[in-house]
């Protein structure tokens, strides 16, 4: 366009053409690290194809669904909502299905930068094109859409949510963030903390109403409910076992700890909400990292679920002078940059260490930063709060300033 570019439309620009270059890469086929697509065919395409049967997905006992549907591994338990909401995805073969899921993923991922940073300058511009791309082509996004995880219902959700509090676009965001529900239960829990109850309770209740379809074929088949959840808690042990403790980036699966240490966690995510709560604040940019690193740390997480925490850290980075907080966000950013398998695939050789074991290594580190994150913004938070002075009786919400 003569005279200057307009900010939207340069970064859709990037959008599809980072997009269309990375589908494009992702359907060559196989590469040495990561077969494209794996987690797809557990995560949706399995189920999906499952639930059509008529069978139960999420049982790792049912042999029957792994037959019908040849799949490798049971279902992985995201909330039955994903499936109702990807339903047409089941009509198409696998490889078809993964690439529509791709590009589908791409945008919902480009859509939440758009929402939290808008560009509105040449500045903006740079910096919401540059979370995009590492969103969806660069470190934990890569890693996200090489498999085919569906973390980017949870990264528009946080957007979502940040951006129309008190609409029914933000209840979305919520049933979007639920999907993973190791994400989507904290952040409701921080979220009721800050006064967003009714925010919280739509976003529950669409879920509900989501998942009903998918629950009405999955829980027959299982032999009813009590059946149903036993299946569910095999499911949830097996997760939590030795076959994905190398690369979690949750706290607890960082330093080994077993489950009854991520109940701890969660305690801690519910003494951090009541602290909230008597802090008399409303959500700021800040506040929403801390929530989304403190979920991420708490709950079992694995790197693709860094693309919340990048997602969240993008206004702060943009927006506030940088302190301890956000030189640690900082470092987050650059090693999820880091651990681009392309990028690893040449630093691992020069330093005598394999792409996997640095990868591993990668990720534990990132677990300990995000500790750090949170503790550098309970510092700023507490900060304000003094210097604030919130009265006690200040109950009624006040404008988000993250939006």
């Not at 040449?122 to 590492?134: A, D, E, N, Q």
């Not at 379809?213 to 569910?232: D, K, N």
């Not at 750090?372 to 913004?377: D, M, S, T």
């Amino acid at each position: 366009m003569p005279g200057r570019v307009r900010p939207a439309a340069a970064v859709a620009a990037v959008a599809v053409l980072s997009t269309a270059a990375y589908v494009g890469w992702l359907s060559t086929g196989p590469d040495e690290q990561i077969d494209p697509g794996l987690d797809f065919l557990s995560v949706v395409w399995g189920p999906l194809q499952g639930v059509r049967l008529g069978l139960d997905p999420y049982d790792p006992a049912s042999a029957e669904y792994l037959q019908a549907t040849g799949v490798h591994l049971f279902g992985s338990v995201h909330a039955p909502s994903l499936l109702t909401v990807l339903w047409p995805l089941g009509a198409l073969d696998a490889p078809a299905a993964f690439l529509v899921w791709s590009v589908l993923s791409a945008a919902m991922m480009w859509l939440a930068a758009w929402l939290l940073i808008r560009p509105d300058g040449l500045r903006s511009t740079v910096w919401t094109s540059s979370l995009g791309l590492l969103l969806t082509v660069v470190g934990a996004g890569e890693y996200a859409a090489r498999l085919g995880q569906v973390t980017s219902f949870a990264v528009l959700g946080l957007a979502l949510a940040v951006r129309f509090r008190g609409r029914w676009p933000a209840a979305v965001g919520f049933a979007c963030m639920l999907v993973s529900p190791q994400i989507g239960v904290p952040m409701s829990v921080l979220a009721i903390a800050d006064r967003r109850t009714r925010d919280v309770v739509r976003g529950w209740l669409l879920t509900l109403a989501l998942s009903v379809p998918v629950l009405a074929v999955v829980v027959p088949a299982a032999g009813g409910a009590v059946p149903f959840l036993q299946g569910v808690a095999r499911n949830i042990g097996w997760l939590s076992g030795d076959v994905n403790a190398a690369n979690r980036v949750d706290l607890p699966g960082v330093l080994g700890l077993g489950v009854a240490w991520t109940v701890l966690a969660l305690a801690a995510v519910v003494v951090a909400a009541v602290a909230w709560r008597r802090s008399g604040l409303v959500a700021d940019e800040v506040a929403v990292l801390a929530a989304a690193s403190l979920s991420v740390a708490a709950v079992y997480a694995m790197p693709y679920s860094l693309t919340l925490v990048l997602a969240a850290a993008g206004p702060v980075l943009l927006l506030r002078p940088w302190g301890l907080l956000e030189r640690l966000a900082a470092g987050l950013v650059a090693l999820s940059a880091l651990q681009t398998i392309a990028v690893l695939a040449v630093v691992a050789p020069a330093i005598g260490a394999n792409v996997p074991g640095l990868f591993r290594l990668i990720a534990a580190v990132e677990g300990l930063l995000l500790v750090g994150i949170v503790a550098a913004a309970v510092l700023r938070l507490r900060a304000g709060a003094v210097e604030v002075q919130p009265s006690p009786a200040a109950d009624a919400p006040a404008p988000n300033c993250a939006a």
